[in-house]
C-alpha cells in the first residue's frame, strides 16, 4: 500500500507569513508523529498524536507551533508569523501503534525568506 | 528529560573497513530503534532491540543493546559504499521517540 505522504513537498515563504504542512499516514495507523531535521542535523520530534488521546506536544518549540489530526488520519503542521530559524525539513511519521516502527514520509522542507 | 548521546558525529571509512557507532544514555531505555537516513531521503528503520543484552544480525549489521539497557550499538562489518548515511537511534517510553544526533557514514571506494 501506499506509504506516508507529506505536502508540499518544498515550500518557500517570507518571514512572517503562516505556513500549513500536511500528512497522510499510513493507512489504518494509529499514532502520527512530527519531527524537524534542520540541515546537517539530528530528529528534532515536535508532537505525537496516539488514537483519540491528548496529543503529546512537549516538543513545539513555540505558540507559533501547533498541529491538529483530523478523523484519526490526516495531520496538518501549522506555523504563524515564521521566522527564519524555522527553515528546515519537517518530517511526519506514522506507526500502527504506540510502540511501532516508524514510518517516515519524504519531508517537506521550509525555507523562509 | 529523556536523552540519547550518539558518537562519532562523523566517520570516514574506506572500503572494507569496520564501522561501529554508539548510543548512549544515562537513563534506562526501555527499548531502542536504529533508522538509517541516505543523503537527500528520510530515515528508513532497521531494527527494534528491546531485551538487555540482546543482539541481533541483519547481513553485515549486527545491533547490539547493552545489559544494563543504557546504551546500544550498530556494527557494520566490511562496509560498501551502499552503506553510506546517517544512523540514528532512537528510544522512547511514551510512544515517540527522542533520537541522537545521528552519525553519518562516509565510504571511501
Known amino acids: 500500500g501506499a506509504g506516508v505522504s507529506q505536502s508540499p513537498s518544498n515550500k518557500v515563504t517570507e518571514k512572517g507569513k503562516d505556513v500549513e504542512l500536511r500528512c497522510d499516514p499510513i493507512?489504518?495507523?494509529?499514532?502520527l508523529y512530527w519531527y524537524r531535521q534542520s540541515l546537517g542535523q539530528g530528529l528534532e520530534f515536535l508532537i505525537y498524536f496516539q488514537g483519540n488521546s491528548a496529543p503529546d506536544k512537549s516538543g513545539l518549540p513555540s505558540d507559533r507551533f501547533s498541529a491538529e489530526r483530523t478523523g484519526g488520519s490526516v495531520s496538518t503542521l501549522t506555523i504563524q508569523r515564521t521566522q527564519q530559524e524555522d527553515s528546515a525539513v519537517y518530517l511526519c511519521?506514522?506507526?500502527?501503534?504506540?510502540?511501532?516502527?516508524?514510518?517516515f514520509g519524504p519531508g517537506t522542507r521550509l525555507t523562509v525568506l | 528529560g529523556q536523552q540519547v548521546m550518539q558518537i562519532p558525529q562523523y566517520q570516514h571509512v574506506q572500503e572494507g573497513e569496520d564501522f561501529t557507532t554508539y548510543c548512549n544514555s544515562s537513563t534506562t531505555l526501555s527499548n531502542i530503534q536504529w533508522y538509517k537516513q541516505r543523503p537527500g531521503g528520510h530515515p528508513v528503520f532497521l531494527i527494534q532491540l528491546v531485551k538487555s543484552g540482546e543482539v541481533k544480525k541483519q547481513k553485515r549489521l549486527t545491533f547490539q543493546f547493552g545489559e544494563a539497557k543504557k546504551n546500544s550499538s550498530l556494527h557494520i562489518t566490511a562496509t560498501q559504499t551502499t552503506d553510506v548515511g546517517t544512523y540514528f537511534c532512537g528510544s522512547g517510553n511514551t510512544g515517540k521517540l527522542i533520537f541522537g544526533q545521528g552519525t553519518t557514514l562516509q565510504v571511501k571506494p
Open positions: 511519521a506514522s506507526s500502527l501503534g504506540q510502540y511501532g516502527t516508524q514510518y
Open positions: 493507512s489504518g495507523h494509529t499514532a
